[in-house]
């Protein structure tokens, strides 16, 4: 990869094929896939309207930019304007575990600790300053729950006394937890099994769509929940995905409202999208309620989204009027052109970044640009497309 | 209806790995080897039995309780005769296997036995049941063009075997691949068509045409089962 200030000289401010997408990075655009774009912001509009939970199915080839649209979504900025006011959707990020022994333990530890303990805390104590009386909030927690212990213990996270709350965030991790804590918290258990810790995890997402650590929102907010690579439960054993997608469609079943679960999963060639549902078991496609497929780009998609790209990483100086430079169109024609035909591969984001770099860096090591060319068909015609070798550039 | 023909017990020769599986995977809650056992003659070349014996670690009760039942039968096991070895030499001078690897060991043998048994008539043919895709590429395939010993099979293709003979309902048969595809010691290399694909992406082809399998031989199946 070339550095920053090598970019610079080609008139951007940064790499805009730099492969990683970031969360929360002020760089992270949406560029081409117009249509993804279209439906996504259909969907999330919805979502924002509505009360009722929505699973949403995304499905691409590897590399197609699921990863990319959770962290676009996850930035407040970039959500849809849908004419009135709501709160800022809560948003929860999680890869699927790779291990299906302790799938359900690693999820759980990863919901909790991406809201943050702290944060359930505040929240919870915003609930319980809010109730008529402290009591009643201790009612309404037991009564989401369903269970008087995992009640307490997660009303006491919310204790002003930040000992008390302390000693009851031990209890969210601890599965058994030693006599003296659950005498001092007045509990007879912890969260033990997998079922209570998805409980746990339901009732935090109703606490939540309501109250944030300072207020009680004025209006229920969204949970966005982005499950990503759901693809690796291919690597669970009979033993073990039954009872992660078992627990993960009760959580989608004990959380009626303000849920949206998102579920992301490369596939391989296009008819293994029909093994989808063996894969993550009847338990959860059954409560699939949309699916949205990125396809692979054509070329002129595949145009359009180098553009976009070079478009909002351009310097704020440049002067260059060919809005593809460093490349010209034909050049990029020629690329995308041996990628699909030569190369056989799909024109993916992923795919395409990583040639636009390669092809960058290449001219750059051939001081092209110092001689004041672009990236033109001439160039292009000279690169042998071979998966991993440009040495005949 | 052929009413006078009567199938003989297939001969299955085991490998290492596919012994392995054999002794983890169930259907109806029974291990593998033991209804593998009934159903087939099976055989154990003496290299593959010490090398599956050799892996047992500490912890395998499923691997051990497999040991003990084949040593209790010691028609399986299968020790190498003179012209085993003879056979197995002359392969490599007639350059069947570039070198003679300590890996291939256990598959140069069974391959040697198989290609003595068929000859001595003692096999009409005979199975080999390996997961080793590089050995098969390598050797197998080409001594089975040349000598016709019988059939190369992986532990997915017995279980679409048994789908079929044996009627096992769907959800086994389903459960059996699931946990087949999942095991990272199943090679993907035969799905990966020379591609330069993700591990995750040559076992959702594996899945999908093994999948494919099934749902064919149902067809065939209830045609069997209607049909005169």
């Given at each position: 990869m070339k550095k920053h200030s090598d970019f610079e000289k080609i008139g951007l401010r940064l790499n805009p094929f730099g492969v990683k997408p970031e969360m929360g990075s002020e760089n992270l655009t949406w560029a081409g896939l117009k249509k993804v774009k279209g439906n996504f912001d259909s969907l999330i509009g919805n979502c924002l309207k509505a009360m009722e939970t929505k699973v949403v199915l995304h499905m691409s080839r590897w590399g197609g930019g699921k990863t990319h649209t959770s962290f676009y979504y996850s930035n407040p900025k970039n959500l849809p304007s849908i004419g009135i006011d709501y709160p800022t959707p809560l948003n929860l990020f999680v890869v699927t575990p790779q291990e299906g022994e302790k799938a359900s333990d690693e999820f759980y530890k990863k919901i909790i600790e991406g809201i943050r303990i702290t944060y359930i805390s505040e929240s919870?104590?915003?609930?319980?300053?809010?109730?008529?009386?402290?009591?009643?909030?201790?009612?309404?927690?037991?009564?989401?729950?369903?269970?008087?212990?995992?009640?307490?213990?997660?009303?006491?996270?919310?204790?002003?006394?930040?000992?008390?709350?302390?000693?009851?965030?031990?209890?969210?991790?601890?599965?058994?937890?030693?006599?003296?804590?659950?005498?001092?918290?007045?509990?007879?258990?912890?969260?033990?099994?997998?079922?209570?810790?998805?409980?746990?995890?339901?009732?935090?997402?109703?606490?939540l769509s309501i109250y944030d650590g300072e207020k009680k929102l004025d209006t229920?907010?969204?949970?966005?929940?982005?499950?990503?690579?759901?693809?690796?439960?291919?690597?669970?054993?009979?033993?073990?995905?039954?009872?992660?997608?078992?627990?993960?469609?009760?959580?989608?079943?004990m959380t009626p409202n303000q849920l949206t679960f998102f579920l992301n999963f490369s596939f391989a060639e296009r008819d293994t999208i029909s093994t989808l549902e063996f894969i993550i078991g009847k338990a959860l496609s059954?409560?699939?309620?949309?699916?949205?497929?990125?396809?692979?780009?054509?070329?002129?998609?595949?145009?359009?989204?180098?553009?976009?790209?070079?478009?909002?990483?351009?310097?704020?100086?440049?002067?260059?009027?060919?809005?593809?430079?460093?490349?010209?169109?034909?050049?990029?024609?020629?690329?995308?052109?041996?990628?699909?035909?030569?190369?056989?591969?799909p024109l993916m984001p992923r795919i395409i970044n990583k040639w636009c770099e390669k092809i960058i860096t290449r001219a750059f090591e051939k001081s092209y640009f110092s001689l004041g060319k672009e990236i033109d068909e001439n160039f292009m015609n000279q690169v042998s497309f071979r998966d991993e070798a440009m040495e005949d550039i | 209806m052929h009413r006078k023909i009567k199938a003989e017990k297939l001969n299955l020769i085991i490998d290492t790995n596919s012994l392995n599986h054999l002794s983890t995977l169930e259907f109806n809650q029974r291990k593998l080897i033991k209804l593998v056992l009934e159903y087939f003659n099976v055989y154990i070349c003496q290299v593959v039995f010490k090398e599956f014996c050799n892996g047992i670690g500490k912890a395998n009760q499923e691997n051990k309780t497999t040991r003990n039942l084949l040593k209790k039968n010691d028609r399986i096991i299968l020790y190498p005769t003179k012209i085993t070895s003879k056979i197995e030499e002359t392969l490599f001078k007639l350059e069947y296997y570039g070198s003679r690897s300590e890996k291939d060991k256990g598959e140069r043998f069974m391959v040697s036995t198989a290609i003595e048994m068929v000859y001595q008539d003692k096999f009409s043919q005979s199975i080999l049941l390996t997961e080793d895709q590089s050995a098969i590429d390598k050797f197998l395939k080409t001594l089975n063009n040349d000598f016709h010993f019988g059939n190369i099979w992986k532990t997915l293709d017995l279980i679409s075997f048994l789908y079929f003979k044996l009627k096992i309902n769907d959800d086994e048969a389903e459960a059996a691949i699931r946990n087949l595809v999942a095991n990272t010691s199943t090679s993907t290399k035969e799905f990966r068509n020379d591609k330069n694909i993700a591990d995750y992406e040559a076992r959702l082809i594996m899945l999908n045409k093994n999948l494919k399998r099934l749902k064919n031989i149902k067809e065939i199946r209830s045609v069997l089962a209607g049909g005169n």
């Open positions: 919870i104590n915003t609930m319980r300053s809010n109730s008529e009386n402290d009591r009643s909030s201790l009612g309404e927690i037991q009564n989401y729950c369903k269970s008087e212990d995992i009640g307490r213990i997660l009303w006491l996270l919310g204790d002003p006394n930040p000992e008390i709350a302390y000693d009851a965030s031990e209890l969210i991790f601890l599965p058994k937890p030693t006599a003296s804590l659950k005498k001092a918290l007045k509990v007879r258990r912890g969260i033990e099994s997998t079922s209570d810790k998805f409980v746990v995890i339901s009732t935090l997402f109703k606490i229920q907010r969204r949970i966005f929940l982005w499950l990503d690579e759901i693809e690796s439960l291919i690597y669970y054993s009979t033993r073990y995905y039954k009872p992660f997608t078992q627990a993960l469609r009760e959580l989608i079943d059954d409560r699939i309620n949309e699916k949205i497929i990125s396809e692979e780009l054509d070329i002129s998609g595949a145009i359009e989204y180098v553009g976009d790209l070079l478009k909002f990483f351009r310097a704020s100086d440049f002067k260059e009027t060919n809005e593809f430079y460093p490349f010209n169109k034909e050049a990029l024609k020629i690329m995308f052109d041996n990628l699909e035909n030569k190369l056989k591969e | -």
